[in-house]
């Protein structure tokens, strides 16, 4: 079992950055592909970005590729989300989520977060 903890979300004009952390409890961090979603009102949860166990792969959805970067850092059991260049339309609910292996689709994630309130003003 893993429990995860999100925190860095906030108010940011657009064009402006922010940093995500998800904190992992438990020592079998190293042993989960993690991923970021995000939850729009109205919306379904999509997928944002994954990565590796070890952190050598990574993965982004077409509408984040190039402003924003996933990481971790399996020493501290965290994994990060740069947020750059951020536009109205990131705004949502952020979640970090656990996975055996990294996958695109909520249902292949058995362990998520609480969330936190990311939201860009025009």
């Known amino acids: 079992q893993v429990q995860l903890v999100e925190s860095g979300g906030g108010l940011v004009q657009a064009g402006g950055s922010l940093r995500l952390s998800c904190a992992a409890s438990?020592?079998?961090?190293?042993?989960?592909?993690m991923g970021w979603f995000r939850q729009a009102p109205g919306k379904e949860r999509e997928f944002v970005a994954g990565?590796?166990?070890?952190?050598?792969?990574?993965y982004y959805a077409d509408s984040v590729k190039g402003r924003f970067t996933i990481s971790r850092d399996n020493a501290k059991n965290t994994v990060y989300l740069q947020m750059n260049s951020l536009k109205p339309e990131d705004t949502a609910v952020y979640y970090c989520?656990?996975?055996?292996?990294?996958?695109?689709?909520?249902?292949?994630?058995?362990?998520w977060g609480q969330g936190t309130q990311v939201t860009v003003s025009p």
């Open positions: 989520a656990a996975t055996t292996y990294i996958a695109t689709w909520t249902l292949a994630y058995d362990h």
């Open positions: 990565i590796s166990r070890s952190g050598d792969s990574t």
């Open positions: 438990g020592r079998t961090f190293s042993s989960y592909a």
